[in-house]
C-alpha cells in the first residue's frame, strides 16, 4: 500500500480530487463476463472482504480532505467465468437465480460510511455500468436515514462502440433517445442527463465525450 498512499498523496497534493475504485477482486486484465471480476465478490474474495476493504480504505483515507468518495465497484456484469455456475446480475431480482446488485450497493454504501460517513459513494448500472433501466420501477437505494441518499452519486458508463455510426450526426432528440432506455431517464424534468444539474457521474471514451459535449453545447448546456 505504500505505493498506493504516495499515489494518493502526489495527486491530492496537487490540488485533484480522488475517487478511489474496486475495480477487480482477482489481479488480472479487465473486464469481461469470463474473468471471474464480473461480480463484487469470488472463490477467491468473498463479500465479506468486499465490505472490510471498502471500510478500510474509506478509513485509510478519511483525514484527507481530497479523497471525496468510493468507487464500490466497476461496472458489474453477469459472471460468465464457469458455465456450470453461471450467474446473472440484477437490480433487485424477482428470484435467487441473479445476484442483487441493488442489496450489495445498499451494504456497500454502509461499509463505506463505517470508515468515513462523509464520503460520497458511487455505484454504476448493470451489465458494465450501462444499464440503469432496472431501477424504473421504484426500487431505489433505501437507508434507515434518508438523508444519506445524498451521499450517492449513481455512475454510467458510456462508449462508443456501444452505438453504430448513427451517434456520430446524430441531434439531441436522437442522442436523448439511445440513452434515455439505459440511463438518461434518471433527470426527472425529462431532459437528457448531460442538462441534469443534480449530482451525476458519466464515463465515456475521449471520442464520445467530444460527441457529447457537441451536442450539449449546441442545446444550451
Not at 124 to 148: I, R, T, V
Request: aromatic share 14%; glycine share 6%.
Amino acid at each position: 500500500m505504500e505505493i498506493f498512499d504516495a499515489c494518493v498523496e502526489a495527486i491530492t497534493s496537487a490540488g485533484l480530487l480522488v475517487i478511489i475504485n474496486n475495480h477487480v477482486s482477482t489481479n488480472r486484465w479487465c473486464c469481461s463476463p469470463t474473468d471471474t471480476n464480473s461480480l463484487w465478490y469470488n472463490k477467491e474474495f468473498d463479500e465479506d472482504k468486499w465490505f472490510e476493504s471498502l471500510s478500510g480504505m474509506a478509513q485509510r483515507y478519511r483525514n484527507n480532505p481530497r479523497v471525496i468518495g468510493y468507487d464500490i465497484r466497476n461496472e458489474p456484469r453477469p459472471d460468465l467465468s464457469t458455465m456450470d455456475e453461471a450467474t446473472g446480475l440484477w437490480w433487485n431480482p424477482p428470484n435467487r437465480t441473479a445476484a442483487d446488485w441493488r442489496k450489495a450497493s445498499i451494504e456497500g454504501s454502509k461499509a463505506v460510511w463505517q470508515g468515513n460517513p462523509d464520503a460520497l459513494v458511487f455505484i454504476e448500472g448493470l451489465a458494465g455500468g450501462f444499464h440503469w433501466f432496472a431501477s424504473k420501477d421504484g426500487d431505489k437505494m433505501e437507508f434507515a436515514q434518508p438523508c444519506l441518499n445524498s451521499r450517492i452519486v449513481y455512475s454510467a458508463h458510456d462508449y462508443t462502440w456501444m452505438y453504430g455510426d448513427e451517434f456520430i450526426s446524430a441531434d439531441y432528440s436522437t442522442f436523448k433517445k439511445m440513452r434515455s432506455p439505459h440511463w438518461a431517464f434518471f433527470d426527472g424534468r425529462g431532459q437528457s442527463a448531460c442538462l441534469d444539474r443534480r449530482i451525476w457521474c458519466w464515463l465515456g471514451t475521449r471520442e464520445l465525450v467530444e460527441d457529447v459535449s457537441s451536442v450539449c453545447q449546441r442545446h444550451g448546456s
